[in-house]
C-alpha cells in the first residue's frame, strides 16, 4: 500500500505539465455599455424637454462587441423586456439593426412616440437584448476600469416633466427635485438639459456656483411679480445661497 | 519502518554532502554617504537669466565615485508624491543638466518650482537627491501697478520693486490693442494659477497676464451680464482663496478662482432689493465674503462660493457698538488694519466715524468713534492702515493726515508742494497669504499729479507712524494723471 502511494505522488507529479494559452473561443455576444460612474444602465427623457414640440424622438443607446470582429454586418435583436409598462407600436419602435462589418461599436436608435396617455403618466421600458442569428447576449458585467457592460437598458419617458436621473447628483445646487422647480430652470436657462460633468454632462462645479445666484435673481423676479412660487406638492420653491 | 529510516538517512547524507567551505571571497566595504549643501535661500532668478548653482558634495569615504549628476526642474503639481522615484516620477520633470554644478538660463514660465539634484556614484550605483526650490520671475514680478489718464487715453505703468520703472506695459505687450475708455484703476489678483492683472475703464474690463501683461480677456466675454458703463470698480479674492469678485456701479459679480474651477463672472450677486455696496471688500474666517451696503446702510455677507448676499440678524444685545443690519451711515473708505480688523471710514448728516469690523469674529461689530479730532475729515477719500498699528492715514489735497485710532485724533504728518494734490494712497502690506516682506507696513506710497506729471512717493514710517527723516526715501516721475495705484504681489 506504501509502495502504491509512493507510485502514484510519482505518476501525479509526472502528469504536471505547462498550462496552454488560454484563447477564447465561443459565439461572439453584444451588449449595452456605458461609462461606470459617470453614466447608468438607465435614462429618463420628456417629450416636454424639446423646444419645439415633437411626436417622436430617437434616444441613441450605446452597444459593443463582446468578441471578434467580422468583415461581415452582423444582425443585433433587442427586445422589450420584462418589467416593461411601454407598449411596443404606441409607445415605441425597436428598429432592427446591425452591427456594421468589422466595427466593435454600434448606437442603437431606440424610437420613443409621444402617444396621449403618457400625459398624465410615465411607462418604463426594459431592453433587453435577445440571441440573434449572429450575436448571442454578451457578457454583462464591469468591463474595464472605466465602462461596464449591462444586457438591460432602462428608459423611463412621459409627456410630463420627468425627474432627471442626475437630479440628485445636482440638489445641492438647485434643491429637491418638483416638476415646478425643473420648469422653472427651464424657463430660466432655456433648456433642460443640466447634466452635470460628473455624470456624463458639461456643468462644471464653477458653472453651478452662478446657476444658483442666477436662480435666486430669476425668483426674485417672478416673486416680485406674482407672489411666492408654489410646486405642486404646494410647497415654496427657493433655491439654495 | 525500514524504509523510513532509509529514506531519512539518505536525506541527511545528501545535506551533509551539500555542505561545503565558503569561499570567502567578499570584502565588506563602508558605503560611500554623500553629504549634499547648496543654496539654504529660495533661489530667485529672472525669466531667461541664468540659474546658478555650485552644491557641496562632501564624501564619507574619500576618494569614491566617479558620480553622474542629473538636474530636474518641475512644479509640486508635476509630483505624484514628496519624491521622484523610478515608480513616482514626477509627470512632467524636465531635465536641465548633467554637470556637477548647474548654470542653465531659466527658459521655464515664471513662478515656484524645484531643483532636483540627483548625484550617483557610478561604482556602487547608490545615488543621492536634494532638492533646492526655485522662483522663476517674470519681468514683472512684483510692483506698483500705476493706472494714469495719459492724454485722454488710459496708460498702466509698473515700478518693479527693485525700483526700475516700464512705462506703458500694456501697450508694450498688446501693440494692436485699444483700452476703450476712460482709464479707471488697475488689480492684480495672484493666487495659486491665479496670476492676472484686472484694468477698468468706464467701457468695461480687460485682463492681463500678471506675468507679462499680455491679454487675456475683456468684458463683456468674461461675465455672463453686461458690466459697462463701469464705475467705481473695485476686485478682490477672498481670504480662503476660493472666489474672485469685481465691483461696479455698486453691483457685486463673482467667478471661482482658476484653482477652484473656470466660469465667467456671474450676474450680479443676488441680495436685498437695491443694493449698492461700496467698492471695498472685506473678508475672514467667519465672514467670507463682507461688504457695505450705501444704499441700505447696512452690511451685507456671503459665504465663499455664494453668489448671493444675506443680511444681518438684526442686533438686540446691548453694548454692542452697532448694528450690523442697521447702520444707518454711509461709507467713504477703508482699510484693513491689525489682526483682520477694518477700519472704515463713515459719515451720517452730521459726523464721520471710525468704524471697525471684524469678520474673523462671530460678532463682527467693532467699534464706532466719532472722528472729531481729524482735520478736514470731511474732504477726505483716500485712506490707507497700517497692518500691524491701528493707525490710519488718509489724504486731502496736498497733504496727509494720520489718525490713532486707539487717540482718537488725528495730526499731519506729510505735506506735499501747494499745487500737487495726492491721488492715490496705499500701505505697502500683503495679502493675507503669499510672501511676507520685512518692508510692509514700514511704508507708505503715495501717488500725485502737479497738473503736468504723475508722481508716485515712498514714504517710510517710523513705529510711531511719523515719515522718517520727514521726507521721502524714494520719487519716480513722468506718469501722465495718475488715477489709482495698486500693488501687484509676488506670485506663489
Same mark, same amino acid.
Given at each position: 500500500?506504501?509502495?502504491?502511494? $509512493?507510485?502514484?505522488?510519482?505518476?501525479?507529479?509526472?502528469?504536471?505539465?505547462?498550462?496552454?494559452?488560454?484563447?477564447?473561443?465561443?459565439?461572439?455576444? $453584444?451588449?449595452?455599455?456605458?461609462?461606470?460612474?459617470?453614466?447608468?444602465?438607465?435614462?429618463?427623457?420628456?417629450?416636454?424637454?424639446?423646444?419645439?414640440?415633437?411626436?417622436?424622438?430617437?434616444?441613441?443607446?450605446?452597444?459593443?462587441?463582446?468578441?471578434?470582429?467580422?468583415?461581415?454586418? *452582423?444582425? $443585433?435583436?433587442?427586445?422589450?423586456?420584462?418589467?416593461?409598462?411601454?407598449?411596443? %407600436?404606441?409607445?415605441?419602435?425597436?428598429?432592427?439593426?446591425?452591427?456594421?462589418?468589422?466595427?466593435? *461599436?454600434?448606437?442603437?436608435?431606440?424610437?420613443?412616440?409621444?402617444?396621449?396617455?403618457?400625459?398624465?403618466?410615465?411607462?418604463?421600458?426594459?431592453?433587453?437584448?435577445?440571441?440573434?442569428?449572429?450575436?448571442?447576449?454578451?457578457?454583462? %458585467?464591469?468591463?474595464?476600469?472605466?465602462?461596464?457592460?449591462?444586457?438591460?437598458?432602462?428608459?423611463?419617458?412621459?409627456?410630463?416633466?420627468?425627474?432627471?436621473?442626475?437630479?440628485?447628483?445636482?440638489?445641492?445646487?438647485?434643491?429637491?427635485?418638483?416638476?415646478?422647480?425643473?420648469?422653472?430652470?427651464?424657463?430660466?436657462?432655456?433648456?433642460?438639459?443640466?447634466?452635470?460633468?460628473?455624470? %456624463?454632462?458639461?456643468?462644471?462645479?464653477?458653472?453651478?456656483?452662478? $446657476?444658483?445666484?442666477?436662480?435666486?435673481?430669476?425668483?426674485?423676479?417672478?416673486?416680485?411679480?406674482?407672489?411666492?412660487?408654489?410646486?405642486?406638492?404646494?410647497?415654496?420653491?427657493?433655491?439654495?445661497? | 519502518?525500514?524504509?523510513?529510516?532509509?529514506?531519512?538517512?539518505?536525506?541527511?547524507?545528501?545535506?551533509?554532502?551539500?555542505?561545503?567551505?565558503?569561499?570567502?571571497?567578499?570584502?565588506?566595504?563602508?558605503?560611500n554617504e554623500l553629504n549634499i549643501t547648496g543654496p539654504k535661500d529660495e533661489v530667485l532668478v529672472v525669466q531667461r537669466d541664468t540659474i546658478r548653482i555650485n552644491p557641496v558634495i562632501i564624501e564619507?569615504?574619500a576618494g569614491s565615485g566617479p558620480y553622474t549628476y542629473k538636474w530636474e526642474i518641475y512644479r509640486?503639481?508635476?509630483?505624484?508624491?514628496?519624491?521622484i522615484?523610478p515608480?513616482?516620477p514626477a #509627470?512632467t520633470s524636465t531635465v536641465l543638466s548633467t554637470e556637477k554644478n548647474l548654470k542653465v538660463p531659466a527658459l521655464v +514660465?515664471?513662478?515656484?518650482y524645484l531643483l532636483q539634484y540627483t548625484v550617483t556614484d557610478a561604482k556602487t550605483t547608490l545615488r543621492k537627491s536634494v532638492r533646492f526650490p526655485l522662483t522663476v520671475?517674470?519681468?514683472?514680478?512684483?510692483?506698483?501697478?500705476?493706472?494714469?489718464?495719459?492724454?485722454?487715453?488710459?496708460?498702466?505703468?509698473?515700478?518693479?520693486?527693485?525700483?526700475?520703472?516700464?512705462?506703458?506695459?500694456?501697450?508694450?505687450?498688446?501693440?494692436?490693442?485699444?483700452? #476703450?475708455?476712460?482709464?479707471?484703476? +488697475?488689480?492684480?489678483?495672484?493666487?495659486?494659477?491665479?496670476?492676472?492683472?484686472?484694468?477698468?475703464?468706464?467701457?468695461?474690463?480687460?485682463?492681463?497676464?500678471?506675468?507679462?501683461?499680455?491679454?487675456?480677456?475683456?468684458?463683456?466675454?468674461?461675465?455672463?451680464?453686461?458690466?459697462?458703463?463701469?464705475?467705481?470698480?473695485?476686485?478682490?479674492?477672498?481670504?480662503? @482663496?476660493?472666489?474672485?469678485?469685481?465691483?461696479? @456701479?455698486?453691483?457685486?459679480?463673482?467667478?471661482?478662482?482658476?484653482?477652484?474651477?473656470?466660469?465667467?463672472?456671474?450676474?450680479?450677486?443676488?441680495?436685498?432689493?437695491?443694493?449698492?455696496?461700496?467698492?471695498?471688500?472685506?473678508?475672514?474666517?467667519?465672514?467670507? #465674503?463682507?461688504?457695505?451696503?450705501? @444704499?441700505?446702510?447696512?452690511?451685507?455677507?456671503?459665504?465663499?462660493?455664494?453668489?448671493?448676499?444675506?443680511?444681518?440678524?438684526?442686533?438686540?444685545?446691548?453694548?454692542?457698538?452697532?448694528?450690523?443690519?442697521?447702520?444707518?451711515?454711509?461709507?467713504?473708505?477703508?482699510?484693513?488694519?491689525?489682526?483682520?480688523?477694518?477700519?472704515?471710514?463713515?459719515?451720517?448728516?452730521?459726523?464721520?466715524?471710525?468704524?471697525?469690523?471684524?469678520?474673523?469674529?462671530?460678532?463682527?461689530?467693532?467699534?464706532?468713534?466719532?472722528?472729531?479730532? +481729524?482735520?478736514?475729515?470731511?474732504?477726505?477719500?483716500?485712506?490707507?492702515?497700517?497692518?500691524?498699528?491701528?493707525?490710519?492715514?488718509?489724504?486731502?489735497?496736498?497733504?496727509?493726515?494720520?489718525?490713532?485710532?486707539?487717540?482718537?485724533?488725528?495730526?499731519?504728518?506729510?505735506?506735499?508742494?501747494?499745487?500737487?494734490?495726492?491721488?492715490?494712497?496705499?500701505?505697502?502690506?500683503?495679502?493675507?497669504?503669499?510672501?511676507?516682506?520685512?518692508?510692509?507696513?514700514?511704508?507708505?506710497?503715495?501717488?500725485?499729479?502737479?497738473?503736468?506729471?504723475?508722481?508716485?512717493?515712498?514714504?517710510?514710517?517710523?513705529?510711531?507712524?511719523?515719515?522718517?527723516?520727514?521726507?521721502?526715501?524714494?520719487?519716480?516721475?513722468?506718469?501722465?494723471?495718475?488715477?489709482?495705484?495698486?500693488?501687484? @504681489?509676488?506670485?506663489?
Amino acid at each position: 500500500m506504501k509502495y502504491l502511494s $509512493i507510485i502514484l505522488v510519482m505518476l501525479i507529479l509526472a502528469s504536471c505539465k505547462k498550462d496552454p494559452e488560454a484563447v477564447f473561443s465561443g459565439k461572439d455576444g $453584444i451588449t449595452f455599455y456605458y461609462k461606470s460612474g459617470a453614466e447608468q444602465d438607465s435614462v429618463s427623457y420628456s417629450f416636454k424637454f424639446n423646444k419645439v414640440p415633437k411626436t417622436r424622438d430617437t434616444i441613441w443607446i450605446k452597444m459593443r462587441l463582446v468578441g471578434k470582429l467580422s468583415h461581415q454586418p *452582423r444582425k $443585433i435583436k433587442v427586445l422589450a423586456g420584462p418589467g416593461s409598462t411601454a407598449s411596443l %407600436g404606441s409607445h415605441f419602435i425597436l428598429p432592427e439593426i446591425s452591427l456594421p462589418a468589422d466595427s466593435f *461599436r454600434v448606437k442603437y436608435p431606440l424610437v420613443l412616440l409621444s402617444n396621449d396617455d403618457l400625459n398624465t403618466k410615465t411607462v418604463r421600458l426594459v431592453l433587453q437584448i435577445a440571441d440573434s442569428e449572429d450575436l448571442v447576449v454578451g457578457t454583462k %458585467g464591469q468591463a474595464d476600469m472605466t465602462t461596464a457592460n449591462t444586457v438591460q437598458f432602462k428608459v423611463n419617458f412621459s409627456n410630463r416633466l420627468i425627474k432627471p436621473d442626475y437630479w440628485s447628483y445636482i440638489a445641492y445646487y438647485i434643491g429637491e427635485y418638483s416638476a415646478v422647480r425643473y420648469q422653472f430652470m427651464i424657463d430660466v436657462f432655456g433648456t433642460s438639459d443640466f447634466r452635470p460633468d460628473t455624470k %456624463g454632462g458639461v456643468i462644471g462645479y464653477a458653472q453651478w456656483v452662478n $446657476i444658483k445666484g442666477k436662480l435666486r435673481n430669476a425668483l426674485d423676479a417672478y416673486v416680485s411679480q406674482h407672489g411666492p412660487l408654489l410646486d405642486e406638492n404646494g410647497a415654496k420653491v427657493e433655491f439654495p445661497l | 519502518m525500514r524504509i523510513k529510516q532509509i529514506i531519512l538517512g539518505t536525506c541527511i547524507c545528501s545535506l551533509m554532502f551539500a555542505c561545503k567551505k565558503e569561499d570567502n571571497k567578499y570584502n565588506y566595504n563602508k558605503v560611500n554617504e554623500l553629504n549634499i549643501t547648496g543654496p539654504k535661500d529660495e533661489v530667485l532668478v529672472v525669466q531667461r537669466d541664468t540659474i546658478r548653482i555650485n552644491p557641496v558634495i562632501i564624501e564619507s569615504e574619500a576618494g569614491s565615485g566617479p558620480y553622474t549628476y542629473k538636474w530636474e526642474i518641475y512644479r509640486s503639481a508635476d509630483l505624484n508624491s514628496w519624491e521622484i522615484t523610478p515608480i513616482n516620477p514626477a #509627470t512632467t520633470s524636465t531635465v536641465l543638466s548633467t554637470e556637477k554644478n548647474l548654470k542653465v538660463p531659466a527658459l521655464v +514660465a515664471p513662478g515656484t518650482y524645484l531643483l532636483q539634484y540627483t548625484v550617483t556614484d557610478a561604482k556602487t550605483t547608490l545615488r543621492k537627491s536634494v532638492r533646492f526650490p526655485l522662483t522663476v520671475n517674470g519681468k514683472y514680478y512684483e510692483g506698483w501697478l500705476v493706472m494714469a489718464d495719459k492724454g485722454g487715453k488710459a496708460e498702466l505703468s509698473f515700478v518693479r520693486q527693485d525700483g526700475t520703472v516700464f512705462p506703458d506695459v500694456i501697450g508694450t505687450s498688446n501693440p494692436g490693442l485699444t483700452l #476703450t475708455g476712460k482709464p479707471l484703476a +488697475a488689480f492684480s489678483g495672484i493666487q495659486s494659477k491665479l496670476e492676472d492683472v484686472n484694468v477698468f475703464t468706464d467701457q468695461g474690463m480687460y485682463r492681463f497676464s500678471a506675468n507679462d501683461f499680455t491679454f487675456t480677456g475683456k468684458s463683456p466675454d468674461l461675465f455672463e451680464s453686461p458690466i459697462s458703463p463701469v464705475s467705481n470698480p473695485a476686485y478682490a479674492v477672498n481670504s480662503v @482663496n476660493f472666489d474672485q469678485y469685481v465691483v461696479s @456701479n455698486g453691483n457685486v459679480y463673482g467667478t471661482l478662482a482658476p484653482n477652484q474651477g473656470i466660469a465667467k463672472y456671474s450676474e450680479r450677486f443676488n441680495g436685498p432689493s437695491g443694493y449698492s455696496v461700496f467698492p471695498y471688500f472685506m473678508s475672514g474666517n467667519q465672514f467670507w #465674503t463682507l461688504f457695505y451696503d450705501n @444704499n441700505g446702510k447696512r452690511f451685507l455677507h456671503a459665504t465663499y462660493t455664494s453668489r448671493s448676499f444675506s443680511t444681518f440678524p438684526a442686533n438686540t444685545e446691548t453694548g454692542i457698538a452697532f448694528d450690523m443690519s442697521n447702520v444707518g451711515k454711509t461709507m467713504i473708505g477703508g482699510d484693513r488694519g491689525p489682526n483682520t480688523e477694518y477700519f472704515l471710514v463713515m459719515k451720517d448728516e452730521s459726523s464721520y466715524y471710525l468704524c471697525s469690523v471684524l469678520p474673523n469674529n462671530k460678532k463682527p461689530a467693532g467699534v464706532m468713534d466719532k472722528m472729531d479730532a +481729524a482735520a478736514e475729515i470731511d474732504k477726505a477719500v483716500l485712506f490707507a492702515a497700517s497692518g500691524v498699528n491701528k493707525q490710519l492715514y488718509y489724504a486731502v489735497a496736498n497733504k496727509i493726515y494720520l489718525y490713532d485710532v486707539l487717540a482718537k485724533s488725528a495730526r499731519l504728518v506729510y505735506t506735499f508742494p501747494v499745487g500737487t494734490q495726492v491721488k492715490d494712497l496705499k500701505m505697502f502690506k500683503g495679502q493675507e497669504w503669499g510672501k511676507s516682506n520685512p518692508l510692509y507696513n514700514t511704508r507708505l506710497v503715495v501717488a500725485t499729479y502737479n497738473g503736468t506729471e504723475g508722481e508716485l512717493y515712498y514714504l517710510d514710517l517710523l513705529p510711531i507712524g511719523d515719515i522718517a527723516n520727514g521726507t521721502y526715501s524714494k520719487k519716480f516721475g513722468g506718469f501722465g494723471n495718475i488715477l489709482q495705484i495698486n500693488y501687484r @504681489n509676488p506670485n506663489l
